[in-house]
Every structure is written in structure tokens, then in C-alpha cells.
């Protein structure tokens, strides 16, 4: 495989994150993957969302009001109650409108269903972009979410269903539904999340946490790439700022791929490619193609599709 330019959640940087505007948009653009997020309503759709419920930031009632923290999880909502809700415009007092001011608004849009994605891309005839899917469960809040086996068994359902199982990769910080996939559809490359800094890491190098279904570095030398190895892992996701060179060479010395996320700086892009990393995630799929480019990597063409 070659590098692999992840347009974060569509492009969030660009227009409304995980919505199929923004997923018109990277496909058009061309991308290599289009990188999501996914929940299950109570009635079992499955749904595309980076969090596990109505987003403060981003979900508006019919009125027009923007919901209240922390957000109905989408486990206590049905399909029909979620799509009452505008997610097409950032609230415009808040921190991610500041992280993000040139995100074009599209009032009226709406939280699509993982099928739908699938459609839209039939629909662009693009036949070699392929889904890095995030399962969005957090092991330390179980009531906001389907247990590990109920929410891959669903997921798994609609990939299936939908005949894109040659085209998908399963990502996730929560390493125990990494496992189940590994267990089910085998042939699904698996995605071995992990942040290692910040207030909420999810790994440490001396044991093992919530978060990764039993497996401890401290079992593997201390060694996140010879721990995700050992866990089945195709690809490790790492923060981009957690990664060195010598990490890059001894998880492709053990046949591990590297994708970093998220890149949004031209000279972080550059750097990151320059280490020898296999493919990187941004919010600004423009700019990374432009770096790509430049670094002489070959660009996906692009589908040009209305959504």
C-alpha cells in the first residue's frame, strides 16, 4: 500500500465534520481515506458521529437552540429523533469555532447513517477510496454506549451488508473492539489508536489501562509497536507528536503500517513524512495533498459527487 492521505471526519476544517457534505468534498478533492466516527441509536441504526452523543458544539433543535452539555447519548435516542437535529454550523461562541473559522456553514444538515456514506460513494464511482472507522465507545463510560460485542456486531452488520469489507479498516482508542473484529471479519485491517500525552492518556508504557483489552507495554520491553503486534494490529495510529523516527523503523521492522493523526500544520505534514510514517490524518485534506505533492508522493484522483 502507498501513503494514505485520512481526510479527518471528511475535512472538518473545511465544511461540517462527518457529514456527507464534507465527505462530497474530500472525494472530489481526492483523498485515499475517508476517516469517520460511528455510534448506534437505541433502535440499532448505525450512525456517523465522533461523539457518542449531540454535540453541544454542533446539534441544533428545530428551534434553532443548540442542545445542552453534556448531550443526549445516541444509545437513548432513535434514528428519527437524531435527524430533527442541524449539525451544519459550529456554535459560534465556542472553542472548536475558534479552532476551525474558515469552516463553511451549512445550515440544515443532518447526522447521516453509515449507509449513507456507502451510497454517496457508489454513487462518485470512485472504487479504490477506502473508510477508516472509529468505534466510538469509551470503557469508562459504558452507560453512553452498546457494550463492546453488541456495538461490532452492528457495525460489522451494515459493512457487510453494504459489501465494502475490502475497503474498510476499524480503528479505536478501546482496543477491546479491536479485538472482537480481529475475532469476526478477520480480514478487516485493525487500527490500534493511542495518545500518550495530555490530561487523558489512553496508554502508558508500565501497564496496562482501561483502554487496551488487557495489554500491557510493560509485557512487550516497554514497546507500544511490539505491544499492538502482539494485540493482532495492522496499523498503529499514534498522536503525531508522540511519534520519533525510531519508533516509525521498529513498527515497520515488526510489519506495522504508521498512520498519525491529526496533522493540520504544512511543516508537522512535511516532518511527519519525512520520518518515513505510512499515511497521515488532517482536517485539511487540501493542505496535505499539496505537502504530499511536494514530497513527491503520487496524489488520488479525485470523484467529483453532490451528496
Do not use: C
Request: charged content about 25%; hydrophobic content about 40%; cysteine-free.
Amino acid at each position: 500500500m502507498a501513503f494514505d492521505l485520512e481526510a479527518h471526519r471528511g475535512g472538518r476544517a473545511l465544511l461540517p465534520e462527518n457529514t456527507l457534505p464534507a465527505f462530497a468534498n474530500a472525494l472530489a478533492m481526492g483523498v485515499d481515506t475517508l476517516e469517520l466516527d460511528v455510534g448506534i441509536t437505541s433502535d440499532g441504526e448505525v450512525i456517523i458521529s465522533h461523539e457518542r452523543g449531540l454535540n453541544p458544539d454542533l446539534a441544533r433543535d428545530a428551534s434553532g437552540t443548540y442542545v445542552t452539555s453534556p448531550g443526549t447519548p445516541f444509545v437513548k435516542l432513535r434514528l428519527e429523533e437524531v435527524r430533527t437535529y442541524d449539525v451544519g454550523q459550529i456554535r459560534p461562541d465556542s472553542a472548536y469555532a475558534r479552532q476551525f473559522p474558515e469552516q463553511r456553514a451549512l445550515p440544515g444538515t443532518r447526522i447521516p447513517k453509515l449507509g449513507e456514506l456507502f451510497a454517496l460513494v457508489r454513487k462518485s464511482g470512485n472504487m479504490r477510496v477506502r473508510f477508516n472507522i472509529e468505534t466510538k465507545i469509551d470503557p469508562n463510560r459504558p452507560e453512553e454506549t452498546l457494550d463492546p460485542q453488541g456495538f461490532v456486531a452492528k457495525l460489522l452488520d451494515v459493512i457487510g451488508a453494504e459489501k465494502f469489507s475490502d475497503r474498510v479498516m476499524i480503528q479505536s482508542f478501546d482496543w477491546r473492539t479491536l479485538q472482537l473484529v480481529q475475532q469476526q471479519a478477520p480480514d478487516i485491517p485493525t487500527v490500534y489508536l493511542t495518545l500518550q500525552r495530555g490530561s487523558a492518556p489512553t496508554i502508558a508504557l508500565d501497564k496496562a489501562t482501561d483502554w487496551t483489552a488487557g495489554f500491557s507495554p510493560a509485557d512487550h520491553g516497554g514497546s507500544l509497536p511490539r505491544t499492538i503486534k502482539a494485540a493482532g494490529g495492522a496499523i498503529w495510529s499514534p498522536y503525531f507528536a508522540d511519534v520519533t523516527a525510531a519508533l516509525v523503523t521498529e513498527a515497520h521492522t515488526l510489519g506495522l503500517r504508521v498512520v498519525v493523526w491529526t496533522v493540520n500544520k504544512p511543516d508537522d505534514m512535511a516532518r511527519m513524512i519525512e520520518l518515513g510514517v505510512d499515511g497521515i490524518i488532517s482536517d485539511r485534506p487540501d493542505l496535505l495533498r499539496l505537502v504530499a505533492g511536494e514530497k513527491g508522493i503520487a496524489l488520488p484522483a479525485g470523484t467529483p459527487v453532490e451528496p
